[in-house]
């Protein structure tokens, strides 16, 4: 059974840092596209990071130079690297996957292309 889980919101103020992780079962997560996608309340969900099987990644403009998605495949670990967050960064993080393919009808940032979603962490940041 494949599995995501989220780990490591928490409330930061604004500045700060925070780093949250997503632990993948049931992958071999080197063959997988994965992403990092936010909602906030009364939002519509919106995508954070992506990156590929070959590290090659995308960022939403919001997010660039602050934020740094990485992936450890040897763990089947997925993270976010938050730096410099603001309190428009509160959200619900969930992180999402779907196996590599070439062909695609939706771009990395797009949560129509992801199969596979975690149930989320909160990430709070205060002014």
């Known amino acids: 059974q494949v599995q995501l889980v989220e780990s490591g919101g928490g409330s930061v103020q604004a500045g700060g840092s925070l780093r949250v992780s997503c632990a993948a079962s049931?992958?071999?997560?080197?063959?997988?596209?994965m992403a990092w996608f936010r909602q906030a309340p009364a939002r519509e969900r919106a995508g954070v990071a992506a990156i590929e099987p070959d590290g090659a990644t995308v960022y939403a403009d919001s997010v660039k130079g602050r934020f740094t998605i990485s992936r450890d495949n040897t763990k089947n670990l997925l993270y976010l690297q938050m730096n410099s967050l603001k309190p428009e960064d509160t959200a619900t993080y969930y992180c999402?996957?779907?196996?590599?393919?070439?062909?695609?009808?939706?771009?990395?940032?797009?949560?129509?292309?992801?199969?596979?979603w975690g149930q989320g962490t909160q990430v709070t940041v205060s002014s």
């Open positions: 049931g992958y071999t997560l080197s063959t997988y596209s």
């Open positions: 999402a996957a779907r196996l590599y393919v070439r062909l695609r009808a939706f771009p990395p940032l797009d949560g129509r292309f992801y199969n596979d």
